[in-house]
Nanobody, 123 residues
Framework: QVQLVESGGGLVQAGSSLRLSCARSGRTFGFEDMAWFRQTPGKERDFVAVITWSGGSADYADYVKGRFTISRDNAKNTVYLQMNSLKPADTAVYYC????????????????WGRGTQVTVSS
C-alpha cells in the first residue's frame, strides 16, 4: 500500500503562485511515476504533470507548460507542484498519483491516489 497526502491548496488571485505538496509513504518501491492530475465538477480528471522518481524526467500538459514545475525531494519523500501565473481556468481539485515506471499520462494506470487539494483562482 502507498499513501499519498496532498497539501498546499487554497484561494488565490489570478497571477499568483501556489506550491502543492504530495507526501508519500508506505511501500513506495517500484512506483516510479508520480503525477498530478486535476478535476473540476462534472468533468474528467485531466493530466497536469508527471515526474520519474529516480531520474527526475518530467512531462507537462500543454496548458501548464512554462507556468508549472514538478519536482521531488527524495529525502522528504515528497513531490511538489510549483504553480505560477495562475489563471481562473486552473481552478480545480488537484490530485497526486503514484504508478509504475512508464505510466506517464495514463490516468487509468495509476495505482494510488491522494484525496486531493482544492485550488481556487479568482479573477
Amino acid at each position: 500500500q502507498v499513501q499519498l497526502v496532498e497539501s498546499g491548496g487554497g484561494l488565490v488571485q489570478a497571477g499568483s503562485s501556489l506550491r502543492l505538496s504530495c507526501a508519500r509513504s508506505g511501500r513506495t518501491f517500484g512506483f516510479e511515476d508520480m503525477a498530478w492530475f486535476r478535476q473540476t465538477p462534472g468533468k474528467e480528471r485531466d493530466f497536469v504533470a508527471v515526474i520519474t522518481w529516480s531520474g527526475g524526467s518530467a512531462d507537462y500538459a500543454d496548458y501548464v507548460k512554462g507556468r508549472f514545475t514538478i519536482s521531488r525531494d527524495n529525502a522528504k519523500n515528497t513531490v511538489y507542484l510549483q504553480m505560477n501565473s495562475l489563471k481562473p481556468a486552473d481552478t480545480a481539485v488537484y490530485y497526486c498519483a503514484a504508478g509504475p515506471y512508464g505510466t506517464r499520462r495514463s490516468l487509468g494506470s495509476y495505482n494510488y491516489w491522494g484525496r486531493g487539494t482544492q485550488v481556487t483562482v479568482s479573477s
